[in-house]
């Protein structure tokens, strides 16, 4: 109801200004009464004032100040507190740039209890534009503070508050806020960034998972691996997946261990994870790039889905594991929160592989990949013609085999396509790169592969391949 006293007043405010446009509101204080009644023409002025609205006998002869209509003398802010600092407005997210007055007055302090909104006032800011797909009545917000200050943030601007953890690849608390009033996400987000207790605020973005769909491994052959001599023994691999079988024999003591980030949503579908940690770790038959490597698994998608607090929870039980390379084979908007996940986990050395996307050449970047400190990991075919459906891009990295490959999968087997698997490859390939050197930092496997990429498309990096196929035995010997 508050909002839309909110809007309505917004509206009214607008339509008087449109029929009255004589009623100049000012707040120069350099007038004086009189010609601020007369701007107003007020009953009592009006005998004395000029034509244009100025004052006779020693008011403003030149009429410029009457041409203007201005803002109302009394604005209120619908925000409970002044904010800390001018909300962010970030352009490569879908945010919307305003200007705002540059008299800033020093914010006030956090209350220390419950604070209502008022209601009935004009937004003092607009609502921040929000691209992308997300859960339309949620927020993610990191807070400054304790339990306490989370329940007060709620309180103050009508939210629940869902669930509340400690990241440690944010380094702070994140809130998942609940709307139950039915306010758009960007409206709350602009609310939300008038308390400085807020830190970062953003939607809770939809990512999905990148299969595309396909009609055999001849992945060794292709980065130069050879299969004989593959090892990713020890090497501790995250993978942030669906749900995955077990039971499957080409996993049979690959997964060192599990982790659910959504246990209250039931596990229908187990390929894709299955699928992903076959051709990184796999055995037997289906023997994957780096036999041996140790797979932390983590659950954080159903149905091709995931929401960003899902996915954060996964990222920081990842984290926790002392993993040296995380596998993301999901694509989704840019996310502020994901990005600084990313880039702290890359801070503590782990290496960053993330399917570049299926969503075709004109899609726009897809994210996590596209975050500096992540390997963007496109897919071509047996031939290494480019996978037609792939995204392309300037965050490509690197090319892999990812196009009618045969992968472990919950019913036994089948032929996958998708930056997904080619992505697992890649991870699979890094596995042996630290098997062969554990102390090899994230950024040196970086570089080499960069630079030992067989070249593909035009010369040099492009958009289409990236630095062009995985040359793996190359890239082994790039330390040297």
């Given at each position: ?17 449109v029929a009255?446009p004589?009623l100049a509101?000012?707040?120069?204080p350099?007038?004086s ?8 023409r007020?009953?009592?002025a009006?005998?004395?004032?000029d ?9 403003d002869k030149?009429?410029t ?15 409970p ?9 970030n ?18 302090p ?10 009935g ?8 534009a ?20 989370v ?25 998942r ?11 709350v ?10 830190q970062?605020r ?6 999905s ?6 009609i ?8 130069a ?9 020890n ?5 942030i997946?669906?749900g995955?079988d ?19 949503v ?7 994870g ?10 037997g038959?289906l023997e ?8 932390y698994?983590?659950r ?10 899902v ?10 594991q002392?993993v040296r390379?995380?596998?993301?084979s ?9 990005g600084t996940?990313?880039r ?5 050395g ?6 570049a ?7 726009p970047?897809?994210?996590p ?13 047996a031939?290494?013609?480019?996978m037609?459906?792939a ?6 990295f ?6 009618e490959?045969?992968?472990p ?8 396509t998708?930056?997904?698997f ?24 970086e ?16 958009n ?9 035995k190359?890239?082994g010997?790039?330390?040297?």
């Open positions: 109801m508050a909002a839309k006293a909110v809007i309505l007043h917004a509206a009214l405010l607008a339509a008087a200004f009255a004589a509101q000012t707040n120069d350099s007038l009464q009189k010609q601020v009644d007369c701007l107003n007020t009953t009592a009006g005998a004395d004032c034509k244009n609205g100025g004052a006779k006998n020693g008011g030149s009429g100040r009457s041409a203007a209509v201005f803002l109302p003398a009394l604005i209120v802010d619908l925000f507190n002044p904010p800390a600092s001018p909300a962010p407005a352009p490569s997210n879908g945010a919307a740039q305003t200007g705002g007055p540059t008299n800033t007055p020093p914010p006030a956090a209350p220390s209890g419950p604070v209502t909104p008022p209601a006032l004009n937004l003092a800011a607009p609502p921040r929000v691209a992308g797909e997300f859960v339309p009545d949620e927020v993610l917000v990191t807070v400054a503070g304790d339990a306490g200050a329940q007060q943030i709620a309180n103050s601007f009508g939210l629940q508050v869902r669930s509340e953890r400690q990241s440690r690849l944010l380094g702070t608390t994140l809130v806020y609940g709307i139950p009033d039915g306010r758009p996400v960007g409206v987000l602009a609310q939300l960034a008038a308390d400085g207790r807020t970062r953003e939607p809770n973005h939809i990512y998972l990148q299969q595309a769909a396909g055999v491994n001849y992945a060794f052959d292709r980065i691996l050879d299969a004989r001599n593959a090892s990713g023994e090497v501790r691999v995250a993978v997946d669906t995955i077990a039971t499957n024999p080409a996993l049979k003591g690959v997964i060192a261990d599990q982790f659910d980030a959504m246990p209250n039931p596990i229908e579908k187990r390929d894709h299955t699928s992903v940690d076959g051709l990184i770790a796999g055995i038959a994957g790039m780096a036999p041996g490597a140790r797979i698994h983590a954080a998608f159903e149905g091709g889905k995931s929401t960003m607090d996915i954060l929870s996964a990222l920081d039980w990842a984290a926790e002392d390379i995380i596998n993301m999901f694509v989704g908007p840019k996310n502020d929160l994901l996940a990313c702290n986990a890359r801070a503590l782990m290496v960053l592989v993330a399917a996307g299926n969503n075709g050449p004109k899609a970047y897809g994210y990949a596209a975050f500096d400190g992540v390997i963007a990991v496109t897919a071509t075919d031939k290494d013609g480019l037609p459906q995204n392309r891009g300037a965050y490509v690197i090319s892999a085999p990812g196009v490959m045969v992968a999968s919950g019913a036994g087997s089948d032929v996958v998708g930056t997904s080619a992505a697992a490859i890649v991870s699979g390939a890094i596995a042996n790169l630290i098997h062969a050197a554990p102390d090899r930092s994230a950024d040196d496997i570089k080499a592969l960069a630079a030992t990429a067989k070249d593909l498309g035009p010369k040099g990096r492009d289409d391949f990236g630095y062009g196929l995985l040359d793996i190359a890239a010997a790039a330390k040297d």
